[in-house]
């Protein structure tokens, strides 16, 4: 079945990091570009970053540019977020998703997600 | 970056009503608009991309229309699966935007 799914969400402190992992099965994983997006609790979807199918480019949302670091592994098939210097504002439901073709940055394939809470 | 506006924000219907759900784009995006259903607890599913090219396995009273700057999803026909939160998403400009949502609830 193909499928994505997140891990390593949980309860961290204002300025801590942690680390996002998302592994992909039953599809070729490194042929497809990578997102990360985002859910606040009660609240709409916010786009947080992309990589490139091998991992050459990167781009990042204004909220989370220096802070957060996209990378995969495509011989793990295995997309990573690492967030660091977190706020509170960081707290959401983090989705990896599939971008279905490079000309439209579409999106056919998403985890379950995985909860941050950024609390003291 | 390119601001999203969805109306409405909610409805009520009943099954076997006609929905319709319109985005409205800041700027123009060409036919770079996507749609997708959110059930509740669930990850979003891609229902439309690209205006108006349905997503294998979606139902074909699921469609899409506009250009520029106005876009529309159709349920055709309401069926009880369909309550749910509709997403709109733009992929023209980075970084890709999604409107508020709209939550189709039973009347």
């Known amino acids: 079945q193909v499928l994505l799914v997140e891990s390593g969400g949980g309860v961290v402190q204002p300025g801590r990091s942690l680390r996002l992992s998302c592994a992909g099965s039953?599809?070729?994983?490194?042929?497809?570009?990578m997102h990360w997006v985002r859910q606040a609790p009660g609240k709409g979807l916010e786009w947080v970053a992309v990589i490139s199918f091998d991992g050459s480019n990167k781009f990042y949302g204004d909220s989370v540019r220096g802070r957060f670091t996209i990378s995969r592994d495509n011989s793990r098939n295995t997309l990573y977020l690492q967030m660091s210097s977190l706020k509170t504002e960081d707290t959401a439901v983090y989705y990896c998703?599939?971008?279905?073709?490079?000309?439209?940055?579409?999106?056919?394939?998403w985890g379950r997600g995985t909860l941050v809470t950024v609390s003291s | 970056d390119i601001q999203m506006t969805q109306s409405p924000s909610s409805l009520s219907a009943s099954v076997g009503d006609r929905v319709t759900i319109t985005c409205r784009t800041s700027?123009?995006?060409?036919?770079?608009l996507h749609w997708y259903q959110q059930k509740r607890g669930k990850a979003p599913q891609l229902l439309i991309y690209t205006t108006s090219s349905l997503q294998s396995g979606v139902p074909s009273r699921f469609s899409g229309s506009g250009s520029g700057t106005d876009f529309t999803l159709t349920i055709s026909s309401l069926q009880p699966e369909d309550f749910a939160t509709y997403f709109c998403?733009?992929?023209?400009?980075?970084?890709?935007?999604f409107g508020q949502g709209t939550k189709v609830e039973i009347k």
């Open positions: 998403q733009q992929s023209h400009s980075t970084p890709p935007t």
């Open positions: 039953a599809f070729t994983f490194s042929s497809y570009a």
């Open positions: 998703a599939r971008e279905r073709d490079p000309l439209d940055w579409s999106f056919d394939l």
């Open positions: 700027q123009s995006i060409s036919n770079y």
